[in-house]
């Protein structure tokens, strides 16, 4: 027979621990030998290894929203996985995986394999999100090897997927662009809103938004130039002159006038402020005028002591009040001038301010327009006082211009207390500008997430189409296969069903019909999380994945397709179980599905390596070790091989027992039990099973008596029948296992 030369070769760049990792090696595979096992300390890469096959499980959608910084080289931004393991005649047969930091992820599988993972990953989204209880949800069947002719059915049914495919991909492309134009703008990824932008999510209907990208990129672009330390806008003020109020009563109420003639009358009232002013200044017995400090002749003492006659009189306090009262209205009017003028500055500071933020576009600053009314009022109120001050005995009734005047007023002042508040507001929103800059990202990613589906409506709605008629053509070929296909279903609940036996024998058993795990009578499924030890967890999960096999195929040929990456599916177990998982291996990679699929196992577990390599269930045994992998030339040194090489000594050698034989001989009995017939429920019924052992008188007390450090007052046994055991325990294991008796001979 011909030699069929595999060549095996996995190689990284910056993957984890892994940054220049180039393994190539040839192996004669004439017989299927395709089962390999990679030994590695913890932190060496395997799990990378093991994490970077798992990505070819993951769909479009999938991979398209993969954190590719989980595997990536801190500090790196590209990474690179290839991996071949086939004929050496076949060059391109091989999976080459590109990763970009946050970007994309390439897989091109050119090797016919379909990758089958078990890791932490593995368990942890698909066991421990369904709480250890085996998923029911199985859909489908595997096509048996009868032939109908579904060829051109099959072939329209690839045309239709690679045309899926492709617009698929056209609209990922479109999205992705997307995406891009947010990444330039810096938004922060953590942002809710661009985190809720997948590529899953244009696929799905959103509630239509009134903010436009284009406006929304304009604002953007304004908040950018915002000056830096540009001042607070002042607020507002405005006050009223309480006592213009007053002049409404004054002006209605009737004087009366003096006595005095006309002529002095308009004389005093035309000079008033003068006049009081001289008459305050000027004293009985002064001779002198205080302005012009000239002599105070007869006539002109008549005119001050007319003077001082109308003063003293009603008409002449009168007038004082009108002319106060021009003085608040005057006042009042310059009040409302300065007011304008400050108004026309302050509105022309909020506009400036408000075309840089955005939010802030709906904040209108409000219009006053009855200042110039209400200084109109107001001059009409100082004619009447005019007037008033003319003839204090006339009755001036305005009381209707009181109530607009108050009315206008009233109007600013409420007026300008809503311009300080928007003024407060936009103040705010200026020196909070984190604030600003944060929500108008978030605008902007909702706008830009409902562009892109506007834009994508037709790509969509073109995809959904093909993929309908994808799926009416693929139920069709389903229907015309239904006659010749097993249930997948089925077939993963008789594996799990197996798969338990072999573990746990009737302590835990498995019912096909409910799809549930039981204890004794009871279904388990709802508590499994806090009825299963850790160690009982990590064989559950090992048996969904093993039985989980019948999920990846269609047909029954595709069982060939299957390559498994099996990594350390002994975390958390006991030794005990350790010769369990080790058998159950040997056994699965013996079955007729898979006993020329390659089988790759990962392990940081010295003991698994080694009952892998001493029992020969693997063909190829390698290292891994500072991101080189080598061939393991000779076998590792175990607990199991210390053991067996101190018996072999005792039966073989002439060697004299000593006090841990006891222990070597359970240790050994018990490794076996656990490893062939891990069903039976002890030691002693596994000794009883086996003919050697039942026959011997010795062992079974023995190693009930003596491993367990009893006192004695005399010796039990000679050491010629601890020999005896010893030798039946040899003899024992060269039956079974001739391999290891000869490899310890070797090394002795």
Known sequence: MLKEQYNFKISTNNIGPLQSLNFNDNFDATNGNKKIAIYAKNGSGKTMISKSFSLCNKNEVELCSYNTTKLITKGQQMANFSFKLSPSSQANKTLNISLIKNGQTTI???????????????????????????????????????????????????????????????????????????????????TKEYKDFTFESIFQPVESISNNYSDLLAQYNSLKSLPD???????????????????????????????????????????????????????????????????????????????????????????????????????????????????????????????YLPSQKGNYFDD??????TVQILAEIVEKLKFKIDNISLEIDISEKKELLAKNLQLIINTVEKINKKILKINQVKNKIGE?????????????????????????????????????????????????KKDKKSEVA????????????????????????MFKDYIINGEMEDVLSDGEKSIIALCYYLASIHLLVEKESDYSKICYIIDDPISSMDFSYVFCVSRLIDTFCKSDNTNKNP???????????????????????????????????????????????????IS????????????SLRYLIESIWKFIKPD??????????????????????????????TIRQEISYTDEQIKNACDCLVSYIDKNFPGQIKLIKNQL
């Open 599 to 649: 089988v790759i196992v990962l392990t940081h577990n010295l003991e698994f390596m080694n009952i892998l390599i001493k029992n020969q269930i693997i063909d190829l045994k390698y290292i891994l070790s500072q991101s080189h992998i080598s061939t393991l030339s000779k076998e590792l040194i175990s607990p199991y091989e210390h053991h067996l090489i101190d018996i072999i000594n």
């Open 652 to 663: 073989k050698n002439g060697t004299a027992p000593t006090h841990t034989t006891a222990n």
């Open 494 to 517: 008789k594996d799990i069903k197996k798969y338990l036996e072999y573990f746990f024998g009737k302590k835990y058993t498995f019912d096909e019909t409910k799809f549930a795990i």
């Open 368 to 373: 006053i327009n009855n200042l110039d009314n």
């Open 680 to 709: 039976l429920q002890n030691v002693e019924e596994f000794i009883l099973q086996e003919e050697l052992f039942k026959n011997n008188e010795y062992i079974i007390t023995i190693i009930n008596d003596f491993s367990h450090g």
């Open 229 to 355: 330390n540009l001042p607070d806008i002042q607020e507002l003020a405005f006050q009223i002159q309480e006592e213009i109020f007053n002049t409404f009563d004054f002006l209605n109420t009737k004087y009366i006038k003096s006595q005095i003639a006309k002529d002095i009358r308009e004389d005093i009232t035309n000079n008033f402020e003068f006049i009081s002013l001289g008459i305050n200044k000027f004293t009985s017995n002064n001779s002198i005028c205080p302005f012009c400090k000239t002599n105070i002749d007869k006539y002109s003492q008549q005119i001050i002591n007319n003077y001082i006659g109308f003063l003293d009189e009603k008409e002449s306090k009168m007038i004082a009040k009108a002319k106060e009262y021009q003085k608040y209205l005057s006042l009042q009017i310059n009040n409302i001038e300065n007011f304008k003028r400050d108004y026309k500055e302050v509105r022309s500071s909020f506009e400036s301010l408000k075309k």
């Open 108 to 190: 091109n599988n050119n090797t016919d394999y379909i990758f089958h993972i078990f890791n932490s990953e593995y368990v942890k989204e698909n066991i421990e999100t369904n709480k250890y209880a085996p998923n029911d949800k199985i859909d489908g069947y595997i096509v048996g090897k009868i032939n109908i002719d579904l060829s051109q059915d099959e072939n329209n049914l690839k045309i239709l997927k690679e045309e899926l495919d492709k617009k698929l991909q056209d609209i990922k492309e479109i999205y992705l662009k997307n995406i891009k134009e947010l990444d330039l703008l810096k938004i922060d990824k953590k």
């Open 436 to 484: 600003e800059r944060l929500l108008l990202n978030r605008k902007l990613c909702e706008a830009k997430k409902q562009d892109t589906i506007q834009s994508l409506r037709q790509n969509i709605a073109n995809y959904k189409d093909t993929e309908q008629k994808y799926k009416v053509l693929k139920n069709a070929i389903e229907d015309k296969k239904s006659k010749i």
